[in-house]
């Protein structure tokens, strides 16, 4: 696959001023910090399989020429419009084109699973951020204020704003779970492709993260308010940095739970 690497490294080229906004957000947003670690595991993943894309006979496959083109075209409309996202996911489209193009449908199927990774590189479309990320700071605020007032502590909620004796918390958009939602489910892909070779658990462990993510910050604002009563610094700094790792770990170790749990009710069956 060595004369290979020219077309690919063109492609790099062409896409580059895009590529490098890309990883100028993985150094400054948060919530997209994970982008650092896709390449690295989706580079292993693929060098895992350089024997089964050395034993391709490479035959031009043109529809991935089109589809290279396909994605050269959407490069054009999305920064003409201004639209990062889909200026954006053109190199994806394009790869896929080019490792069409190069390897064929073999290659396609032998490099699907990072691919479908290569996702994980691009932030959620502004829209649908906007859309997403209140619901989610009104209910980790909702069920903090439950958990709170049942546990004996008075607080009152203003929509995100939380009212507690001794602290006032807000739980801004960084709070919203976002982060941990898209880093929990590249972990939960990871996992499921290492221990569990049945694709259909890779998407059911995928979709457990959604009410994981969601319950574990939830369980974060709740912690954090408990946490304030005692000691306001606890709620900022290094010990809410803290807060969110350890039930960052919690909840991945959940996740793992759930799928034990799904294999011994599959040996049961």
């Not at 490098?20 to 399989?49: E, I």
Request: with cysteine; hydrophobic share 60%; proline share 4%.
């Amino acid at each position: 696959m060595n004369k290979n690497t020219v077309p690919l490294a063109l492609l790099l080229i062409c896409y580059a001023p895009l590529l490098a906004g890309l990883v100028r957000q993985w150094s400054t947003d948060q919530d997209m910090s994970h982008g650092f670690c896709v390449l690295p595991v989706v580079a292993w993943l693929v060098w895992r399989r350089r024997a089964e894309l050395g034993e391709i006979t490479p035959v031009a496959n043109w529809w991935g020429l089109a589809i290279a083109g396909l994605g050269a075209a959407e490069m054009l409309l999305g920064t003409l419009a201004a639209q990062l996202f889909i200026a954006r996911t053109a190199f994806l489209v394009s790869l896929i084109g080019a490792v069409l193009f190069l390897g064929g449908t073999r290659a396609i199927r032998i490099l699907a699973f990072p691919l479908v990774l290569l996702l994980f590189l691009f932030p959620i479309p502004a829209i649908v951020y906007a859309r997403v990320t209140l619901p989610l700071q009104i209910f980790a605020s909702a069920s903090a204020e439950t958990v709170l007032n049942w546990i004996g502590i008075p607080v009152l909620r203003d929509g995100n704003i939380l009212e507690l004796p001794h602290e006032r918390l807000s739980v801004v958009e960084a709070c919203s779970g976002i982060r941990s939602l898209l880093s929990l489910s590249f972990l939960a892909l990871i996992y499921a492709y290492f221990f569990d070779k049945k694709v259909w658990m890779r998407w059911a462990l995928l979709a457990a993260t959604i009410p994981i993510a969601i319950a574990a910050n939830a369980a974060r604002v709740t912690l954090t308010g408990i946490l304030s009563e005692y000691n306001a610094g606890l709620a900022r700094g290094a010990s809410h940095l803290l807060e969110g790792w350890v039930l960052f770990v919690a909840a991945l170790g959940l996740l793992i739970a759930i799928h034990q749990l799904c294999l011994n009710v599959r040996r049961l069956s």
